[in-house]
């Protein structure tokens, strides 16, 4: 048989194998969504250190309420005594308005702490609010990730497997040695051990190739090699 036809069945052999290379690259390039997961994590933590300082501040808010709901039932305790019109001396009477007057600074204390702790609440509830979006997004990134990974990864499998048996039949026909010299080529070269040198161009590295190199492999006497890349060349038919 000549080298022709040798180089002839290697071609519709590189034709299989690009198929199942191409698979296989496609399955080593497919995302295992850990950097999504890892991020999910993350803003995971995020989001209950912000939902705790959240029930922190609300705590902080209802104490603050009740300390000045029970400040102003003192305020109407002593306004009560103070007008009530049973209390008529003086002393007594001067005593209760000093009192009513140190409560009523209180209450205006309280209230502005009371506006900064209700502020507090605000922004932490906003923060929690952003952050619970932002956790929300991360974990459907990773889910669809994970899911388009595993339906990929069956799909390649099957085809790979598919195309296995076609590569060993069309591989059984080629010459021993050839065969063995194509692997090789064909492990460091990105799957491709033989390439086609239509007008002169090797096909995997597009370099032009010499004319004596040409001509060697047109007389068809010896398996010849692109000076540049070092795959077997072939004519297109
Ligand atoms: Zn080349």
Redesign the pocket.
């Known amino acids: 048989m000549s080298l022709h036809d040798e180089l002839a069945k290697l071609r519709d052999l590189q034709k299989v194998d690009t198929q199942i290379y191409q698979r296989e690259q496609a399955l080593k390039a497919l995302d295992s969504g850990d950097a999504l997961k890892q991020e999910a994590i993350a803003l995971l933590k995020r989001h209950d250190a912000v939902e705790a300082a959240l029930r922190k501040a609300e705590g902080t808010q209802r104490d603050h309420e009740l300390a000045l709901k029970s400040l102003e039932e003192k305020r109407k305790a002593v306004n009560d005594k103070l007008y009530g019109g049973r209390i008529t001396n003086p002393k007594e009477l001067g005593d209760l308005q000093k009192d009513e007057e140190m409560i009523a600074h209180q209450i205006s204390t309280l209230e502005d702490v009371l506006l900064e702790a209700m502020d507090a609440a605000e922004t932490a509830r906003a923060e929690e609010a952003e952050i619970g979006k932002a956790l929300a997004l991360a974990k459907r990134r990773w889910q669809e990730t994970v899911a388009h990974t595993k339906a990929e990864t069956e799909r390649l499998t099957k085809e790979i497997a598919a195309l296995k048996p076609e590569r060993d039949r069309l591989a059984a026909l080629v010459d021993k040695s050839l065969l063995r010299r194509y692997d090789e080529i064909r492990r460091h070269s990105q799957g491709i051990g033989l390439?086609i040198t239509d007008s002169g161009i090797?096909s995997?590295?597009h370099?032009t190739l010499n004319r004596e190199i040409m001509d060697r492999m047109v007389e068809g006497f010896e398996v010849v090699l692109?000076e540049?890349?070092g795959?077997i060349l072939s004519p297109s038919l």
């Open positions: 390439a090797c995997a590295c370099i692109c540049n890349c795959r």
